[in-house]
């Protein structure tokens, strides 16, 4: 595949600096209560990024304690409605549709002609068995989408496994352009069983992403070079379709997978197409 110079330039940029030392620092910045500064750093935001802040359930800027806070801001009550069919499989995040379809043999599509490992990406080959020949979909979360991951369709939490890794940025050019962008970056696994069998939601890292966070388990990132495998199985985390389970500290992705035979997607689901949380994508075969 070739690529653009400007596309070659941008991940060869990136392959050089400091990413996790550059995105723990912003973190840090990111959580100040400074009150000029983190009111000025939301103000940029909002006009930099055309974020949608009429949405969120409070416009206060004193109501967020820092810029963390302001970012993975809860939104009015109503302002994502949840669609009601009992076959919905809906979005668990704003943003785009960057790639979704079949596992074929195995992979997943991260761009046009270029794929990656379920295996690799999940940290495990047992887990990946449940998805060959399954689907999956990508969604992309720009800075100025609501940063709230939730539920795609009912299930209960069973495992969780933290990979540490690199921090690239997740955007179209560096899935154009890099390999494997999404088994190289840190990322949380995230293993539900259902009614209708297992599924998978994976948060993806990024270039800037401060942290991530679960509603079960807080802040997920346990250190440099720490594989962290959790079994909670035993522990009643259970979700309903559209229920948060975590957040992203700026923008990132979210990939979720399914099993063989399981998922029906709408005709108007394509690459790049822009969606919301809790929007129908697909419907479960029932």
């Not at 068995?129 to 979909?137: D, L, S, T, V, W």
Request: hydrophobic share 40%; net charge negative.
């Amino acid at each position: 595949m070739t690529l653009s110079p400007a596309v070659e330039l941008f991940v060869a940029l990136q392959r050089v600096l400091p990413k996790i030392w550059l995105s723990r620092t912003i973190g840090r910045v990111a959580e100040s209560r400074r009150p000029w500064l983190k009111n000025m750093l939301i103000r940029a935001a909002i006009s930099h990024f055309n974020i949608n802040f009429d949405e969120a359930a409070s416009t206060e800027l004193a109501d967020y304690e820092n810029f963390n806070a302001f970012f993975t801001r809860a939104l009015r009550e109503g302002a994502r409605p949840i669609h009601a069919a009992p076959e919905a499989i809906v979005s668990p995040a704003d943003g785009i549709i960057s790639q979704f379809g079949e596992i074929d043999d195995g992979e997943l599509i991260q761009a046009k002609g270029v794929h990656y490992s379920a295996a690799q990406l999940l940290g495990c080959d047992a887990s990946a068995e449940h998805y060959r020949g399954g689907e999956f979909a990508t969604v992309y979360l720009s800075p100025r989408d609501y940063h709230r991951v939730h539920m795609p369709c009912d299930g209960k939490l069973v495992r969780s496994r933290y990979i540490p890794g690199e921090l690239f940025s997740v955007n179209e050019k560096t899935a154009t352009g890099l390999a494997n962008l999404f088994v190289r970056n840190e990322r949380l696994v995230c293993e539900f069983d259902s009614e209708r069998g297992p599924f998978a939601l994976v948060l993806v890292g990024a270039m800037l992403v401060a942290g991530i966070e679960t509603v079960w388990g807080g802040d997920e990132q346990p250190g440099p070079g720490a594989v962290r495998e959790r079994d909670h199985s035993a522990e009643n985390h259970t979700f309903a379709r559209g229920d948060e389970i975590g957040r992203f500290k700026f923008g990132s992705t979210v990939i979720a997978l399914f099993p063989d035979d399981r998922l029906d997607w709408l005709n108007i689901i394509e690459p790049g197409c822009a969606v919301l949380m809790g929007e129908q994508i697909a419907s479960e075969e029932r």
